[in-house]
């Protein structure tokens, strides 16, 4: 059965560095979702990417953070410069079209340190 | 109010109890709703998905959508000690509001 693949599991950078989430989606899918889950909290959404372009942001997903589809298989997401507070689970999702079934990912927890 | 509202938990049951997870919201422009298992750590797998109001059984999970109340719902019968996980119910709009937004989940424990 298809399934969303996300790498790396464990991700521990230092504050203020570069990191890159990587994640497949499932190959016909067509649109393409971030999340994060910050611990004890609940799963909020940060991006959907349709189209090769952003259809929509959160507040959270400010200029600190960009997605890419540099492929016709891998969606990115970038945070440029950590934070302490940047720290979470991040879930990579896809679906076939705007009103169908979202699949995620297993996730990938992000340390900042 | 907040956008969703999940019946807080946690919830312990035997084994073998019909089990009810409940969900409110509070936007009528939410039009297909999803109830994801999630285990510790781990990534939310998909159980159920409606489109709109109605009911959808997949073997021991019924789902239920009341659109009219802004409520769901999601039957557990015959539980099992491998169903104890944290639900979540999720919702979301189509078009450029397919994003989901979530409840803050609820950790059941079915004991044997």
């Known amino acids: 059965e298809p399934e969303v693949t996300q790498t790396p599991s464990h991700q521990v950078t230092q504050m203020g560095q570069e990191v890159i989430l990587r994640c497949v989606p499932i190959?016909?899918?067509?649109?393409f979702y971030w999340y994060r889950q910050i611990l004890g909290q609940k799963v909020e959404f940060l991006v959907s990417?349709?189209?090769?372009?952003?259809?929509?942001k959160s507040e959270i997903f400010d200029d600190q953070f960009s997605v890419e589809r540099p492929d016709g298989s891998n969606f990115t997401l970038k945070i440029r410069s950590t934070k302490l507070e940047d720290s979470a689970m991040y879930f990579c999702?896809?679906?076939?079209?705007?009103?169908?079934?979202?699949?995620f990912g297993p996730g990938t927890r992000l340390t900042v340190l | 109010q907040k956008e969703v509202e999940q019946d807080p938990g946690p919830l312990s049951v035997p084994e073998g109890a019909i089990v009810s997870l409940n969900c409110t919201y509070s936007?009528?422009?939410?039009?297909?709703f999803m109830w994801y298992r999630q285990y510790s750590r781990k990534g939310p797998e998909l159980l159920m998905y409606?489109?709109?109001?109605g009911n959808k059984e997949d073997g021991r999970f019924t789902a239920q959508v009341d659109k009219s109340s802004k409520y769901i719902s999601l039957f557990i019968r015959d539980s099992q000690p491998s169903d104890s996980a944290t639900y979540l119910c999720?919702?979301?709009?189509?078009?450029?509001?397919?994003?989901?937004?979530f409840g803050k989940g609820i950790t059941l424990s079915v004991r044997p």
């Open positions: 999702a896809s679906g076939l079209s705007s009103y169908n079934e979202q699949f």
């Open positions: 190959s016909n899918h067509l649109y």
């Open positions: 990417f349709y189209n090769n372009e952003i259809s929509e």
């Open positions: 936007n009528s422009a939410f039009q297909y």
């Open positions: 409606t489109y709109s109001s």
């Open positions: 999720a919702m979301g709009g189509s078009g450029a509001n397919s994003k989901l937004t």
